[in-house]
């Protein structure tokens, strides 16, 4: 099954920038990272988990709160997906989790691109155990 090893957290001051990477694979030797679509999603404790960035091909979406500051991005052969943060806000400080959903007619892989679309947790097949991000001065 798909394996997620997420790394690049840290704490950085407010206007700083973080960039965060999510390894991924199969259990096999041969992946096939098509398969898949993948997202970004953070949490802060007690409060339900926000979808921040979802990717699919050269399809995009983003939390209107991290418009303009958050890039998702797949690389390596689309084997590592990446969450480049800039200029962050004391309210970007959350545990943030990477997550794929297997591509299928109606899931989540259709719905990247598409105007407003937000993803949900629920969407999701696989979990990466999360990096912590903490903004502040």
């Known amino acids: 099954q798909v394996q997620l090893v997420e790394s690049g957290g840290g704490s950085v001051q407010p206007g700083g920038s973080l960039r965060l990477s999510c390894a991924t694979s199969e259990s096999t030797s041969i992946t096939y990272p098509a398969s898949y679509c993948m997202a970004w999603f953070r949490q802060v404790a007690g409060k339900e988990r926000e979808g921040v960035a979802a990717i699919s091909g050269p399809r995009a979406n983003y939390a209107g709160s991290v418009m303009g500051r958050f890039t998702v991005s797949r690389e390596n052969g689309e084997t590592s997906l990446y969450l480049q943060m800039n200029n962050l806000k004391p309210e970007d400080t959350a545990m943030y989790y990477c997550?794929?959903?297997?591509?299928?007619?109606?899931?989540?892989?259709?719905?990247?691109?598409?105007?407003?679309?937000?993803?949900?947790?629920?969407?999701?097949?696989?979990w990466g155990q999360g990096t912590r991000v903490t903004v502040s001065s």
């Open positions: 997550a794929a959903a297997r591509s299928g007619i109606g899931g989540p892989c259709d719905k990247i691109g598409g105007y407003g679309y937000s993803p949900r947790p629920s969407e999701y097949n696989y």
